[in-house]
């Protein structure tokens, strides 16, 4: 049974930084495209950032580019996205996603191959 399993949302200020895990069950991440999608109260959700294990290619939305970074744990069905300088702006609902996509930008940006979906962790910036 696919299972992923999102954690380390919470309360942060503005500025500060957090990790988010999702744990992968049930499958192998070396044959997905994983990646993290945000939910936004009265918004859409939309890729924050993928990654593509087998050619180590990632996506960043633009609103995340170097402030974000994805990667795999040393436990290998585990991903991080480490979020520092957070905004107000980047509260949300932080799913994990993994699917059969052809490429990052294909799923983070195109919206494809959304397969599997963890129950998502909150993120809240604020003073």
């Known amino acids: 049974q696919v299972q992923l399993v999102e954690s380390g949302g919470g309360l942060v200020q503005p500025g500060g930084s957090l990790r988010l895990s999702c744990a992968a069950s049930g499958f192998t991440l070396d044959f997905y495209i994983i990646g993290w999608f945000r939910q936004a109260p009265g918004e859409e959700r939309g890729g924050v950032s993928c990654?593509?294990?087998?050619?180590?290619?990632?996506y960043y939305a633009d609103s995340v580019k170097g402030r974000f970074t994805i990667s795999r744990g040393n436990a290998k069905n585990t991903v991080y996205l480490q979020m520092n300088n957070l905004k107000p702006e980047d509260t949300a609902v932080y799913y994990c996603?993994?699917?059969?996509?052809?490429?990052?930008?294909?799923?983070?940006?195109?919206?494809?191959?959304?397969?599997?979906w963890g129950k998502g962790t909150q993120v809240t910036v604020s003073s």
């Open positions: 990654l593509d294990i087998n050619v180590g290619s990632a």
């Open positions: 996603v993994a699917g059969g996509a052809t490429s990052v930008q294909a799923m983070c940006h195109s919206n494809y191959g959304l397969d599997h």
